[in-house]
């Protein structure tokens, strides 16, 4: 064994100190959830900064160019680091893991572990191997040209054993895994190539994962897939469907909110719309992104649906969930996109009047068939125009609708103390707090700790485009025993 592999050794009888960053999408947020909390039983501990941390993990996302370079800028700062303390252990995970592989390595040749995320459940493991001084350690999935499909749908295995109720934003609010990877190959997008093909959890493991997750205090479950409401889980000839799980997980006691995200326009089906209606427990809420507003960018974009198909999928939800609120995603300054066709983005960001839009400005990803096919034509500063003008439409939208709100009740889930009331550096019981709605808006009031977890009534007196500003009157005592104890002395 080396001498460094001596050092290692020692060092692994000791508490271990993880720090964990995390970007991306929701994902990532719950494979840190859950890479933590296997790493507890391993005996690490939880460091709040990388200088007392002695193992560095960075799960990553590869959707745009810049999410990776962000990394990669990190990376490098720790290279000092590194060199002054070489017990340290640096690990990068996540979509770009999977993506680059060996490239992190050559890139940063002082990280020592990749991971990607079919590989998470060997992450202790690798770490072990690390510590034992066994060198550089790297777990990836097969690409999708790789092997058998039965052989790469293999390598991609979806990482669910432990939930941690503390590496949540709240211990009452969670996301529940239900498919793996993409089968949809957007031209555009990575994500089929990071996931891997898709795959739907069986129904019992979610059911089981969604009691403990009740038995845990969680009230708010959220269901996750890349294209969440085509879920398809086959077990001879039963097949169960996203609207049969949300029956099942309607029926577990203490979970009182169900959303589920991200849908995918053309697997809206009537049924699941009805389904969303009748059981009380699931939000109004569909986040289903349209991308772009042009039928020859979704073309393009292989989205597989018209401006038309997404309009008649729009008017299913109004007649059927006519308070639903419905959020977007856009792309622009796709290959090829013409003033015209960004107007009828436009256009369709003014018919629909999502609740919100998040909006991406193109961003070429090799390995796409978006990268192969088309030239990224259309000017950073077009792209950049583009972006402010849609963000503006929306945002014009958001402060309208809210204003529908003055005056009005609404039953929030608390969250706990609000962004502003965090950075005021507010203490104590009393502070800002903040919520959400069924519909999934965001409300801050004057409030208290205690109220955490609860749902409560709001009276809403003032809007912005994102935010609802209300007032409790009531005195909520949950949690609190009614009579107070007399206290001795
Ligand atoms: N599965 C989800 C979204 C996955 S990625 C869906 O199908 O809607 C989240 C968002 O990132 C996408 O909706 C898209 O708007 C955006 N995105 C994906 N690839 C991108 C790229 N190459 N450049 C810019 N934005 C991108
Ligand atoms: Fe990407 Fe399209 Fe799959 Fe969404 S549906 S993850 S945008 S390939
Ligand atoms: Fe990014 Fe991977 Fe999610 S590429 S958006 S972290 S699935």
Redesign the pocket.
């Known amino acids: 064994m080396t001498e460094r592999g001596n050092f290692m050794t020692n060092l692994a009888s000791k508490l271990k100190r993880l720090y964990i960053e995390t970007v991306g999408?929701q994902m990532n947020v719950l494979d840190s959830e859950m890479v933590v909390a296997s790493l507890r039983r391993q005996g690490y501990d939880l460091a709040t900064s990388v200088a007392e941390a002695d193992t560095i993990l960075f799960n990553t996302c590869s959707?745009?160019e810049h999410a990776e370079e962000k990394v990669y800028n990190q990376l490098a700062r720790l290279k000092m680091l590194k060199a002054e303390h070489p017990e340290k252990i640096i690990g990068v995970m996540g979509c770009m893991a999977q993506k680059d592989q060996q490239l992190v390595f050559d890139r940063a040749p002082y990280v020592d572990l990749v991971v990607g995320p079919g590989q998470l459940h060997r992450i202790a493991e690798l770490l072990e191997k690390i510590q034992q001084g066994e060198g550089q350690q790297m777990a990836v999935s097969l690409g999708r040209r790789d092997g058998t499909q039965e052989d790469i749908r293999r390598s991609h295995e979806t990482f669910d054993p432990l939930r941690d109720p503390s590496m949540r934003p709240t211990p009452f609010q969670a996301y529940l895994r239900i498919q793996i990877g993409?089968d949809?190959f957007c031209t555009?997008?990575i994500?089929p190539m990071t996931r891997g093909p898709e795959q739907g959890r069986s129904p019992k493991d979610i059911v089981q994962e969604a009691h403990e997750l009740a038995r845990q205090g969680c009230k708010e479950i959220t269901l996750l897939g890349?294209?969440v409401n085509s879920y398809r889980y086959k077990d001879g000839d039963k097949e169960t469907r996203l609207a049969d799980l949300l029956e099942q997980i309607h029926e577990i006691d203490g979970i009182q909110r169900i959303k589920f995200v991200?849908s995918?326009p053309k697997d809206m089906t009537r049924h699941l719309l009805e389904t969303v209606r009748d059981l009380p427990k699931c939000s109004p809420y569909l986040h289903v992104?349209a991308?772009s507003g042009s039928d020859e960018v979704l073309k393009r974009m292989k989205r597989g649906y018209t401006v038309a198909d997404y309009y008649e999928m729009y008017e299913r939800i109004e007649e059927i969930l006519p308070n639903a609120a419905v959020s977007s995603?856009?792309?622009v300054g796709f290959c090829g996109e013409t003033d015209e066709d960004f107007q009828q983005t436009v256009q369709l960001v003014k018919r629909c009047r999502f609740k919100n839009s998040?909006i991406?400005?193109?961003?070429v990803?090799p390995g796409t068939k978006g990268a192969e096919l088309y030239a990224d034509d259309v000017p950073a500063e077009v792209k950049q125009r583009r972006n402010v003008e849609l963000l503006a439409v929306q945002n014009e939208i958001c402060q309208e609708d809210n204003l529908r709100f003055l005056g009005q009740r609404v039953e929030v889930l608390v969250e706990g103390p609000s962004k502003m009331s965090l950075k005021r550096g507010e203490e104590g019981p009393l502070r800002q707090m903040t919520g959400r709605t069924h519909c999934d808006r965001i409300v801050v009031w004057d409030g208290n700790e205690r109220q955490a977890g609860q749902l409560m009534s709001v009276l809403i007196h003032d809007v912005s485009s994102h935010t609802m500003f209300g007032s409790v009157e009531t005195v909520e005592l949950s949690n609190q025993p009614l009579v107070m104890p007399v206290l001795k002395n």
Do not use: A, G, L
């Open positions: 999408c959707v745009r993409c949809k555009y997008c994500v890349q294209t991200t995918y992104p991308q995603d856009f792309i998040f991406f400005q193109y961003s990803r």
